[in-house]
């Protein structure tokens, strides 16, 4: 087998024309198209990373906002529990204080009333003692 200079410089022509052919219509376009396709896929990638760290940075704000609600809802059930057993405190001496003036009240009137039952005895003694000394002399 002999090599023939003319069929080798042909080959390696269509072989370079046909490489420049392919580079201009196939390969570029093939190569611009994945070139956009990894920059898409590398924005959306950064988008994902970005609303991933967003998403984060409001988990982390609502779990310190509840965390504040709760604290803020402890110290007003807190102040709110204190009121309440001083209202019940002051209720309580209130009501106390009520039925020792109207035990002081009612005091006062069975004492009145012992009196005046004292003096009604007083004034009707002679007539009783007379009353009984009749009875036993008869």
Known sequence: MTIQIPVLLWT??????????????????????????????????A???????????????????????EKEAEVRRTEALRSAREDARTREAEAVKAQQEELEQYRQKMETERQAMLEALLSHTGELTDMISARLLK
């Open 12 to 45: 390696i022509i269509c072989f370079v024309a046909l490489a420049f052919i392919l580079n201009k219509l196939l390969f570029k376009p093939f190569f611009r198209v994945m070139d956009a396709r990894r920059e898409r896929l590398d924005s959306a990638q």
């Open 47 to 69: 988008e994902k990373t970005a609303r991933e760290e967003a998403a984060a940075a409001a988990l982390e704000e609502a779990r310190r906002l509840r965390e504040e609600n």
